[in-house]
């Protein structure tokens, strides 16, 4: 997934009238400024109670459910084999949110503050920040793209991560 393929989708989804933040892979590049490796898919947050509008937005664009794990998240697929990850998030007054987990009693928490801004070929983006994309990215094994990504934050941002 290319950035302009990132800004094509984000341009769909505002289209929708939808709130998202990137994050995973193309929002640590979003932080850093820069693409730093290939991306196979885009990881978004978005509000649940848009859901219905962005997926019919994004079915609209030839996309189409490729994995249910719902309520923690799930895929949409292009035929071009460009992926979008949607993790639903229930948002509170102070602006932090909750994200459901595959484990109902844990779910994972965004504080208010963790929301902020990066830039992806050239244009602002709304992400996570470098210590939410450590909590983001536990909870499972680590692949190459994400000890590099996690390599990348402690070298920019000074983060402790957890690999």
Known sequence: ??????????????EAGADVVIAGGWGVDALLGEETRG????????????????????????????????????VLSHQSGLEIDLHPLQFAPDGSATQSSLDPGEPFRYPADCFVTGTIGGTRVRCISAQQQV???????PGAADLHDMARLRREFGVATHF
Request: proline share 2%; hydrophobic share 45%.
């Open 1 to 14: 997934m290319s950035a302009s393929d990132v800004l094509s989708v984000l341009s769909v989804v505002r």
């Open 39 to 74: 991306h196979k898919d885009l990881d978004l947050l978005h509000r649940r109670e848009q859901e219905t509008a962005l997926v019919a937005a994004l079915t609209a664009a030839g996309y189409a459910q490729t994995l249910d794990w719902r309520p923690a998240r799930f």
């Open 135 to 141: 909590e983001f990215h536990q909870g499972y094994d």
